[in-house]
T-cell receptor, first 114, second 114 residues
Framework: SQKIEQNSEALNIQEGKTATLTCNYTNYSPAYLQWYRQDPGRGPVFLLLIRENEKEKRKERLKVTFDTTLKQSLFHITASQPADSATYLCALDIPGGSQGNLIFGKGTKLSVKP | KAGVTQTPRYLIKTRGQQVTLSCSPISGHRSVSWYQQTPGQGLQFLFEYFSETQRNKGNFPGRFSGRQFSNSRSEMNVSTLELGDSALYLC?????????????FGQGTRLTVV
């Protein structure tokens, strides 16, 4: 079955630096990969989606890369701010599933110190 | 546009009881997916309903069930509650177009089984 690993449970960085989070998966190659942000006690919020034929996607200070050979996605937050502190989840589509059916990694808790 | 609404936000139940959780999707979204989130297992897919039919199901016992009404509102039921069912239950709705596959999550229902 598909497995997703987000390499760090926690990542601490200094304000202004670039945070890089890693998501690795096994087995099949997904049609797309998504990144979500989750704050304590709240539901995840969608950030970015990247498709299998895309290498990179950007949105403001966020950048996602997708390497289907390495079976890995990297999520970057540039010029990080304390407000970026949250748990970040990567998610893949479930094979044979429909839109919205996702397998999630366990997340990386990012702390940005002032 | 109103977001995904889940009720109630918090619930405390006793082992052996049953519970029903409610989810109102974003207007126009016909797909509703349910997830269970625990510290140990992370976010796990329970099932998805589309046009009042269960379209996909995760790997959960039959005690977990759901339904969807003609207005796309969905309910999830857990019977014979166990201590291990304590979790944050999240529902997510998705656009009907099939192109934007991001999931829009509600705030979740925090279920505690004592």
């Amino acid at each position: 079955s598909q497995k997703i690993e987000q390499n760090s449970e926690a990542l601490n960085i200094q304000e202004g630096k670039t945070a890089t989070l890693t998501c690795n998966y096994t087995n099949y190659s997904p049609a797309y990969l998504q990144w979500y942000r989750q704050d304590p006690g709240r539901g995840p919020v969608f950030l970015l989606l990247i498709r299998e034929n895309e290498k990179e996607k950007r949105k403001e200070r966020l950048k996602v890369t997708f390497d289907t050979t390495l079976k890995q996605s990297l999520f970057h937050i540039t010029a990080s701010q304390p407000a970026d502190s949250a748990t970040y989840l990567c998610a893949l589509d479930i094979p044979g599933g429909s839109q919205g059916n996702l397998i999630f990694g366990k997340g990386t808790k990012l702390s940005v110190k002032p | 546009k109103a977001g995904v609404t889940q009720t109630p936000r918090y619930l405390i139940k006793t082992r052996g009881q049953q519970v029903t959780l409610s989810c109102s999707p974003i207007s126009g979204h016909r797909s509703v997916s349910w997830y269970q989130q625990t510290p140990g297992q992370g976010l796990q897919f329970l099932f998805e309903y589309f046009s009042e039919t269960q379209r996909n199901k995760g790997n959960f016992p039959g005690r977990f069930s759901g339904r969807q009404f003609s207005n796309s509102r969905s309910e999830m039921n857990v019977s014979t509650l166990e201590l291990g069912d304590s979790a944050l239950y999240l529902c997510a709705s998705s656009s009907p177009t099939g192109m934007n596959t991001e999931a829009f999550f509600g705030q979740g229902t925090r279920l505690t089984v004592v």
